[in-house]
């Protein structure tokens, strides 16, 4: 089954969206914040990451442009996790390599709906 | 898949945006001292998790809120805007607000009051934008022609994005009919391709009853990414397609109402204490396992055949053992350890409403958050922290006139300081005020009867004044200190912690009193003494010293107490073996021992027998197993299985204090 | 049927066929244009995407013009799909229907 990374600082949005994916099968590893994440990366291939945006250490569109400098991460899909009033953070993080986005709030049908539309 | 509710991540959303709230104080604090624009970032990180969590977790009263005070964040954020006093207040109300709103979500009720509601007008007030009416929704979806023309365009680096124009077309097919036709007039020689950038582009009819967009939906991720464009498909003239308005995803409705209905069962069992404990201590805990487990192997290799040449490894394996289960005993102990931080972290805020409230300038030092307490000592220790510092800024810092006046900064320092000295942690909470007004004191303690005469009392002897029950100094009882609870209380709560309070004043340079505390209650070290038949466990806390007494070196006194000189006092001497009614006891003072214990600044001697050792003793209530005796705080279980009870020594001397006044 | 050196080049597309692991199969592809007779086999493919089925259709177009003769040993579902989809199957000269 398909390999997710979860990447958000807050406890409990991590561990929605991780119970989620993996109540529908998927593999699930979190991180909770970028540079968790790239390390969490480095050691497992992932075929989807989903990453907040407003993260302590290390935020996540630092980590999409890090991560994306990686030659196995290309063409990965990597959605940031965002709220509507963030529209410049989408475009930003766009810039950076991210593939799209999930706004928040979203219910798990909605997540799963994407990460099913991104993982084909 | 609606199975998968949200309710169960309540709990943690709830406590996690617990601790942003504080930390958002915090910041706000350390901004209205001029702080920098990091703080800012942090307050803003705080509220946006908190407005996230919200809106998905299902309290949309909550997430509307926050959104308010997260715009007028993001104003300050971008530099539209300066911080100043008013957005701080406003802010700060703000995070008392939303602890009102977890209050009450936790107990299910609904969360937005009339205070809220006036907030969040404020909020937007300031932001500038009065609570939109209800959000425009998107008119009604154009009506779909026969068909469109797509245009597609990649630009180079879309691949490594990871939008594959193999998904956006699958998801066009799953639209409508497709004819696709691709494009390859751009494409390099194979040498000069670089594989990962796209050179193909197509041009994709697609027919069926499609709105312009749910086209453009397919290609949300990639407009910046691509050239695109979507005509209508010729002889088939659909009416203009509005502009696209944005996407406002809808409330998570579903999450909102099953919210209700976990409640019930699931509240009280979310009620149980719980403590978040970092991975790396469970980490070290999975690691002494591990080499408990060697350490087992080891020995049990001794039980097939036991060869008396190999007595050093055994003693060498059961040394190891020894030492393995003591960190282990630590390491559990150290997952109940929270920082003190937690507590600390509340008196910024009581200390900038209080000293604003009393025209005093107060700056506070905070020393010693990382210090670990256990966490039942945490809990109860705030309350005590709380009334020494509003003391400590109602009477013990003086006002910036008399400060100036007698020559100090017009601003006072209060100092919080934790630390770890010897088996205990202690706490300080000091001022560089005026001192304690001795005259006030003992004239106070004259009136109520509580001395004969203020005649050479030490300063210390005054200090401990100020703890006995009904005394209070105030001029004027201000509603910060006087609420009813004295130093008396303060003193018993720490007392009943296991711990002490102590006082030192200096005339005009300030005042500070240090409460020591265990470091854990579940545990103590104590010197187990026999009495007839049977075992007392002292509290090494508690011990100044043993000593073996003449026959000619106790006094009787009138009532039936006794006196022995210790260090050029007398104290009074407690027979164990008469307090608890132990029978074969030793009666002869000078076949037994006396153990000076001290607790509140009051030593006596405990009569036993003799000293058999010193051990760690795990405390079980007796209260709970039992009821309560005097004198007695719990009991625990010997290596042979016994049970011997723990001396309260605390107890013990009030028991003794209300005896000599009787 | 590999082994005649120059004239004979065998390329056997790899199951996981995308964009992180295509280099790979670049530097083969280059190489097979030194042979005149290529034979590519899909056999294998269950992931591919967009930039290996491009990196496919530059490497026919090429081979067309150099007049090498390529030849589809067998092609997955999963590539016939994709191809189709991205309307490249004439491009990629696929044999028209799906393998038995």
Not at chain 2, 132 to 156: C, D, E, L, N, V
Not at chain 3, 2 to 24: N, Q
Request: aromatic share 4%.
């Amino acid at each position: 089954m398909a390999k997710i990374l979860a990447v958000d600082d807050s406890a409990s949005m991590r561990g929605m969206v991780a119970f989620t994916l993996r109540s529908a099968g998927y593999d699930v590893s979190e991180a909770e914040n970028g540079q968790v994440a790239l390390d969490t990366a480095a050691s497992s291939k992932f075929d989807l990451v989903l990453a907040d945006v407003n993260m302590p250490v290390m935020d996540g569109i630092s980590m999409v442009r890090q991560l994306r400098t990686r030659a196995e991460y290309k063409g990965v899909p990597i959605l940031m996790l965002t709220t509507e009033s963030n529209t410049d953070k989408k475009m930003e993080g766009k810039a950076a390599g991210a593939t799209g986005w999930l706004v928040k709030p979203f219910d798990p049908e909605q997540l799963l709906a994407t990460v099913k539309r991104v993982l084909g | 898949m609606s199975s998968i509710s949200v309710t169960q991540f309540h709990k943690v959303f709830f406590e996690e945006s617990l601790e942003g709230l504080d930390a958002m104080e915090a910041a706000l604090l350390a901004l209205d001292e001029g702080g920098d624009a990091e703080l800012v970032h942090s307050i803003f990180r705080a509220a946006h998790s908190i407005k996230g969590g919200s809106a998905t977790f299902g309290f949309p009263d909550m997430a509307a809120l926050t959104h308010e005070a997260e715009s007028l964040l993001d104003q300050v954020r971008d530099g539209r805007r300066a911080i100043d006093k008013s957005i701080i207040e406003l802010m700060l109300r703000t995070v008392d607000c939303l602890r009102g709103m977890f209050d009450r979500a936790q107990g299910g009720q609904p969360l937005a009051d009339a205070d809220s509601e006036s907030l969040k007008r404020q909020l937007a007030a300031a932001v500038g934008n009065n609570v939109p009416a209800a959000a425009s929704k998107a008119a009604a979806k154009p009506a779909a022609g026969s068909g469109w023309i797509i245009q597609f365009r990649p630009h180079a680096g879309m691949l490594a994005g990871g939008n594959d124009p193999l998904r956006l077309l699958r998801e066009l097919a799953a639209l409508g009919q497709l004819v696709v036709e691709a494009q390859l007039d751009r494409v390099p020689t194979l040498d000069a391709l670089d594989p990962s950038e796209c050179h193909l582009a197509w041009r994709i009819e697609l027919t069926g009853a499609v709105s312009q967009d749910a086209i453009k939906s397919v290609f949300e991720w990639v407009e910046d990414e691509c050239d695109l464009s979507i005509e209508p498909l010729v002889a088939a003239a659909p009416p203009p397609a509005p502009a696209v308005e944005a996407v406002v995803a809808a409330p998570a409705a579903g999450a909102g109402g099953s919210a209700g209905a976990a409640r019930g069962p699931a509240g009280s069992s979310n009620d149980a204490g719980s403590v978040r404990v970092a991975i790396d201590k469970i980490d070290g805990l999975i690691d002494l396992v591990g080499e408990l487990v060697i350490t087992q192997a080891m020995l049990d290799q001794f039980r097939e055949d036991f060869d008396p040449s190999r007595l050093a490894m055994l003693q060498h394996g059961l040394a190891q053992l020894a030492r393995h289960t003591r960190a282990l005993q630590e390491s559990v102990m150290g997952i109940r350890m929270l920082p003190i931080g937690s507590v600390f972290n509340r008196f910024p805020r009581l200390v900038r409403d209080l000293s604003q409230k009393l025209g005093k300038q107060v700056k506070l030092d905070l020393v010693g958050e990382h210090t670990e307490l256990d966490k039942t000592v945490l809990e109860k220790i705030g309350d005590p922290l709380v009334h020494l510092v509003r003391n400590a800024i109602d009477h013990g810092l003086e006002t910036p006139e008399k400060r100036r006046a007698a020559g100090k900064p017009e601003m006072g320092t209060l100092r919080l300081e934790a630390f770890h000295r010897g088996g205990s942690i202690v706490v300080e909470i000091s001022d560089d005020g005026a001192g304690l007004n001795r005259e006030a004191i003992i004239a106070k303690a004259l009136q109520k009867g509580l001395i004969k005469s203020g005649e050479g009392l030490s300063e210390e002897e005054v200090g401990e004044l100020i703890f006995q029950p009904g005394f209070s100094t105030a001029a004027v009882t201000t509603d910060l200190s006087g609420r009813g609870v004295g130093m008396d209380v303060v003193r018993r709560n720490v007392v009943d912690l296991g711990g002490n309070v102590a006082i030192r004043s200096r005339p005009g340079q300030g005042t500070s009193f240090t409460i020591t505390l265990p470091l854990t209650l579940a545990i103590i070290d104590g010197l187990r003494a026999a009495v007839g038949g049977e075992c007392y466990i002292v509290p090494l806390v508690s011990i100044v010293e043993s000593v073996q007494l003449g026959a000619d070196a106790v006094r009787s006194v009138t009532g039936g107490g006794e006196l022995f000189r210790f260090r050029g006092e007398y104290l009074p001497i407690v027979r164990l073996h008469q307090q608890f009614g132990c029978a074969n006891a030793r009666q002869l003072v000078e076949e037994g021992l006396v153990i000076v214990v001290e607790a509140d600044g009051t030593q006596i001697g405990l009569f036993v027998d003799e000293l058999v050792g010193q051990q760690q003793a795990v405390v079980k209530s007796l209260e709970a197993n039992y009821r309560r005796v005097d004198g007695i705080s719990g009991a625990t279980i010997l290596a042979d299985g016994s049970v011997a009870l723990i001396i309260d020594v605390a107890g013990l001397i009030r028991l003794q204090s209300r005896r000599k006044a009787a | 049927m590999g082994g005649k050196s120059k004239h004979d080049a065998r390329v056997s597309i790899p199951a996981d066929c995308r964009i992180a692991d295509v280099g790979a199969l670049h530097t083969q592809l280059r190489g097979a244009l030194e042979s005149s007779q290529i034979v590519l086999d899909g056999s294998a493919v269950d992931r591919v995407d967009t930039a290996a089925l491009q990196l496919l259709v530059v490497f026919q177009r090429e081979a067309k013009q150099r007049e090498r003769q390529v030849q589809w040993a067998q092609v997955s579902a999963p590539l016939h799909d994709a191809a189709s989809q991205l309307g490249l199957t004439e491009a990629l000269a696929l044999p028209a229907k799906k393998p038995a």
